[in-house]
């Protein structure tokens, strides 16, 4: 069974700083998502990465994938308040089952 | 922008009745899935659904959930006798292609009493 693994769960950064969450996948796969939750709210995807070395940019925010490692990071620079959020990355399987991970809560304080 | 749209936005229920949840999939979407979200735990995958046949299901899909696309447009989850551990936000969701990203719904909070 597809186990997805990320951390840290929670993160409390200063406005400014840089930081990474990590996301860990058990089986071969080479799609992985990465999507942000806002409290009481649905989820918005982030990036997709399809294959080994893949990597995107948004703003602030970079997410990369090793598949050889089975690992994806999601790079926060210079952190601001508007990016506190849960996020998640999940991993699918070719029957398309998607596996999330647990979630990082990130607060970003001024 | 094409939006997955779900209803209704909250579902109150006695404990042992049937519940129906519904969702309108983005229209030139394929796929299809249903996921859970107990209040502050991760997204649980529950089933996928494509060419009109199940696709995946995982071990909390058990017999007393089922899915329907019965027209060309609703998507449904049906929970035939709900119990007190059901009560959680769940969330429909589409995609176009397999290797895309998938269009969440703003979910239906379901609460059992």
């Known amino acids: 069974e597809l186990k997805v693994e990320q951390n840290p769960l929670f993160l409390s950064m200063q406005e400014g700083k840089n930081y990474t969450i990590y996301c860990n996948y058990s089986t071969t796969s080479d799609r992985l998502y990465w999507y942000r939750q806002d409290p009481g709210k649905s989820l918005e995807s982030l990036f997709v990465?399809?294959?080994?070395?893949a990597v995107k940019q948004e703003g602030r925010l970079m997410a990369s994938l090793d598949t050889k490692a089975r690992l994806s990071t999601l790079h926060i620079t210079a952190a601001v308040h508007d990016l506190s959020a849960t996020y998640f990355c999940?991993?699918?399987?070719?029957?398309?089952?998607?596996?999330f991970g647990d979630g990082t809560t990130l607060t970003v304080k001024p | 922008e094409p939006e997955v749209t779900q209803t209704p936005s909250h579902q109150v229920t006695q404990m042992g009745q049937e519940v129906i949840l519904r969702c309108v999939p983005i229209?030139?979407?394929?796929?299809f899935y249903w996921y859970r979200q107990i209040l502050g735990q991760k997204v649980e995958f529950l089933v996928s659904?494509?060419?009109?046949?199940?696709?995946?299901k995982s071990e909390i899909f058990d017999d007393q959930f089922s899915v329907e696309r019965p027209d060309g447009s609703n998507f449904t989850l049906k929970i035939r006798s709900t119990k007190l551990e059901d009560s959680a936000m769940y969330f429909c969701?589409?995609?176009?292609?397999?290797?895309?990203?998938?269009?969440f719904g703003d979910g239906t909070r379901l609460s059992i009493l």
């Open positions: 229209s030139n979407h394929l796929y």
């Open positions: 659904f494509y060419n009109n046949e199940i696709s995946e």
């Open positions: 990465l399809l294959s080994n070395g």
């Open positions: 999940a991993v699918d399987t070719n029957a398309g089952k998607s596996t």
């Open positions: 969701a589409s995609r176009k292609k397999g290797n895309q990203p998938q269009h």
